[in-house]
């Protein structure tokens, strides 16, 4: 599997994915906003593109499918319960459905409601799995719930599906907001010296050079993983007193979220 992350450059911060079969050329544009910038990653890599996979139906992620399907004819993928929503759907997919991309690359789908309840993420069958997650997990940060989805869901995302996958699966985002989400880390763990490291090295470098994290990293630098930090739930009592010694790690993440929609 040959995986090319397009930096977009725009308001956004959207990265987009080329997933390619290295026997045949057949790719698959994730979330293709900038779909000349993709049709120009696969024309000098000689891929055809035959797929689009939308991990969810915002706009900043389906923009760029009609001008896509033009110009390749690629068939659209995503949430089953999108097909509503997303204009001219050609497969609905849940949880454990596998999408194929040429002869060697299989991606299965994790259905993961939070950000919207039609949001799936896309694991790859590698020795070193990929997750491809859209706005359900960033660099060091979770996605919103603001327009269309729930924190509740969220949380049972996080903790009954994305923390239970290998510890090396490398993390491929839908945005870079990886220095917003670092500094809102030490913000709640000032103590964090992995994150206050991190972010003195990204601070100086181009998002389209930047880093592609591992869970196990997450693990250590991302706050919504960090439900049990001494910290974390410290700086936490601060804000809401009423959490108590012995908070519940749901209670943790649900104030993280709160307080992160507005810092």
Known sequence: MIIERIWTANAYRNFNYLIACPETGDAMAVDPLDYRKCLAAAEKHGWTISKILNTHEHGDHIGGNQAMVAETGAKIIAHANAAKIIPNMDRGVG?????????????????????????????????????????????????????????????????????????????????????????????????NRVAKDLLETYENQDPENGIVTTLAQEKEINTFFRLRSPTVIARLQESFPELGNAPSPKDVFLRLRELRNHW
């Open 95 to 191: 949880a454990g459905d596998v999408v194929k991309v040429g002869k060697t690359v299989e991606l299965e789908c994790l259905d993961t409601p939070g950000h919207t309840m039609s949001h799936i993420c896309l694991l790859s069958h590698t020795d070193q799995p990929a997750l491809f997650s859209g706005d359900t997990l960033f660099n060091a940060g979770a996605g919103n719930c603001h327009n269309g989805g729930h924190p509740n869901q969220l949380y049972d995302t996080f903790v009954n599906q994305l923390d239970k996958l290998p510890s090396n699966t490398r993390i491929y985002p839908g945005h870079d907001y990886i220095l917003n989400n670092l500094r809102f880390t030490l913000d709640r763990e000032p103590d």
